[in-house]
């Protein structure tokens, strides 16, 4: 009986868990769609090449999910910190290229 | 030829060899292009932490190196020293300390193509999400580590031989990224780590920000156990919300944490309170299904929910304060934390 009541909570409280998250997108997906959109016209418009996307929009995806940026980053070691954050965050190449050229521009 | 001179011989060789490389190490800062010039990060603090009434004061210092050699190469590494005062206990009044000073990792990253990067030394073992993102003092949320940080991680969370890890996908809808690893069993203090294999894969969708992922782990030494797990974080960019959330499953145990990090306003870098303030709240919970002292597992099933608040000063300065209650069948028990951590970043010279 114990046992039988462990499981339901526990396949009760893992079904809304999943629910919740799987639910969240939908609310948020036409507002970041559009936030893209805005994002990618200002760095066609700053020049960047259109395949590699916008250096802030990447440093806002990958940079921020685990840290604030911080405050400022001397231009001596963009690089580093560029190459440094390629192999924590996994980041490709092109990737990499487009964050560094947002850095340098800071 | 005796047997002396051979060995003097064989010694000069491993001798010039290394000398070589030190000096071509060395030299390589020489040619770097100016924004790769080594740095030195990290953070300091000083954290309490109270369970149960006794309270325990940690002054910690962590820094990080990371030093580019030539185009394709980078040294990096962590390093924790820390103190930490605690009650005697036994009914002895005052306090009492402990040291301790260890490498998280030290390890050479070769760049050797867009979509991989090979990794050699001490690393941190590619499981979950916690491990590799959450562990500095200056990124974590919550003082504390979740309580089922240690299933999957392999005992030191560290693991020494070689990975290869990257993005095999990339495009604007989605990216694939993937770690996989192997380590020796090492007794080095410094290293210490235990024979295992294992990775990483994660779907990451950038315009929801949403990423889904699976670990996975095994044990190569003594009783060979598997170990596995499930992440999902998705942080919003119309939301000044964040969700991060993790499942491991171990041989005698399993659980998973939730955590949601709230913030006033969308501008994280807005000045006073509204863009400072983040109130934190997670959820845990443990299930365990036969006894193991050494799985680093609350022994029983427990519960935990801990509320935090977080505030961003200027200047790269954080306190944080939180409140956990944990339920278990062994007691239940209040845990209050508090730290101030500063986090530094710089060239390890100065440019002309």
Not at chain 1, 88 to 99: K, P
Not at chain 2, 14 to 25: M, Y
Not at chain 2, 314 to 325: D, G, L, Q, T
Request: with cysteine; aromatic share 10%; charged share 15%.
């Amino acid at each position: 009986m114990n046992l039988q009541s462990k499981y339901r909570n526990r396949i009760f409280a893992s079904c809304c868990t999943g629910l919740l998250l799987a639910a969240l997108p939908l609310f948020s997906a036409q507002n970041t769609q559009q936030k893209q959109q805005a994002l990618a016209s200002q760095s066609q418009a700053a020049g960047a090449p259109d395949h590699e996307g916008s250096g802030e929009e990447k440093f806002q995806q990958y940079c921020s999910r685990c840290h604030r940026a911080p405050q400022s980053i001397s231009p001596r070691i963009a690089g580093t910190v560029v190459r440094h954050m390629r192999v924590r965050a996994s980041l490709s190449a092109q990737d990499e290229r487009a964050i560094l050229r947002y850095l340098s521009a800071q | 030829m005796s047997g002396c001179e051979k060995i003097l011989s064989i010694h000069r060789g491993a001798i010039s060899r290394a000398a070589t490389f030190l000096v071509a190490v060395c030299a390589v800062p020489l040619f770097l292009p100016a924004q790769d010039t080594p740095l030195i990060s990290g953070g300091v603090g000083f954290l309490t932490s109270t369970t149960g009434g006794n309270t325990t004061y940690i002054p910690v210092l962590s820094p990080v190196l990371a030093a580019p050699l030539g185009n394709h190469l980078l040294v990096e590494s962590r390093a924790t020293l820390l103190e930490s005062f605690f009650p005697k206990g036994n009914g002895q009044p005052g306090y009492t300390s402990a040291s301790f000073k260890g490498l998280s990792y030290l390890q050479l990253d070769y760049l050797a193509a867009p979509h991989a990067t090979i990794v050699a030394g001490e690393f941190l073992t590619p499981f979950g999400t916690y491990n590799e993102r959450l562990t500095p003092i200056w990124t974590s949320n919550f003082e504390s580590a979740p309580l089922i940080f240690s299933a999957g991680t392999m005992g030191t969370a560290s693991s020494v031989g070689g990975m290869i890890r990257g993005d095999a996908v990339s495009t604007p809808n989605v990216s694939l990224s993937y770690a996989g690893y192997f380590s020796a069993s090492s007794k080095n203090q410094q290293f210490n780590a235990e024979r295992s294999a294992g990775g990483r894969a994660s779907l990451f969708f950038p315009q929801p920000r949403l990423e889904i992922g699976g670990s996975y782990g095994r044990r190569l030494q003594d009783t060979h156990e598997n170990f596995a797990g499930i992440h999902l974080w998705w942080e919003p960019a119309n939301v000044p919300v964040k969700f991060r959330s993790e499942y491991a499953h171990a041989p005698h145990s399993e659980g998973y944490w939730i955590e949601s990090e709230f913030r006033l306003t969308h501008d994280a870098d807005a000045p006073g309170i509204r863009g400072g303030f983040a109130p934190v709240i997670r959820w845990q919970q443990t299930f365990r299904s036969s006894p193991d002292p050494t799985d680093g597992l609350p022994s029983a099933n427990t519960r935990r929910p801990d509320f935090g608040l977080d505030y961003h000063f200027p200047h790269e300065v954080r306190i944080n304060a939180s409140y956990s209650r944990q339920f278990s069948s062994t007691g239940d028990v209040n845990i209050w934390e508090t730290g101030i951590v500063y986090r530094f970043l710089f060239p390890t010279w100065r440019g002309k």
